[in-house]
């Protein structure tokens, strides 16, 4: 008797968590749709940390305006998300 095929999306899951990066950013990116929700990630990226600047790229600058506006509880979210001791003190946006 065959199997029913097996979902690749857990053993893909696993496996990004071991080949990403050991960065800031890498973490950020692991958790931004769940800190942010699926309509500002499908909308907003994160592309660059440094000394706790975290610059995302937004599609339109009304994503851009709207990240601003919740900048204090996004950061919040990611960094409650994040499982290092790094912490996030400034969001700057960027429009395409």
Do not use: F, Y
């Amino acid at each position: 008797m065959r199997r029913a095929p097996r979902r690749l999306s857990i053993p893909l899951a696993h496996l990004r968590g071991e080949l990403a990066p050991a960065s800031t950013l890498a973490e950020v990116q692991l958790v931004w749709e769940t800190a942010v929700g699926e309509a500002m990630a499908a909308n907003a990226r994160p592309t660059a940390e440094r000394d706790g600047v975290l610059t995302v790229l937004c599609s339109a600058s009304v994503w851009a305006s709207e990240l601003t506006m919740m900048a204090p509880e996004v950061l919040a979210r990611v960094n409650d998300a994040l499982d290092s001791q790094t912490c996030l003190q400034e969001l700057r946006c960027r429009t395409r």
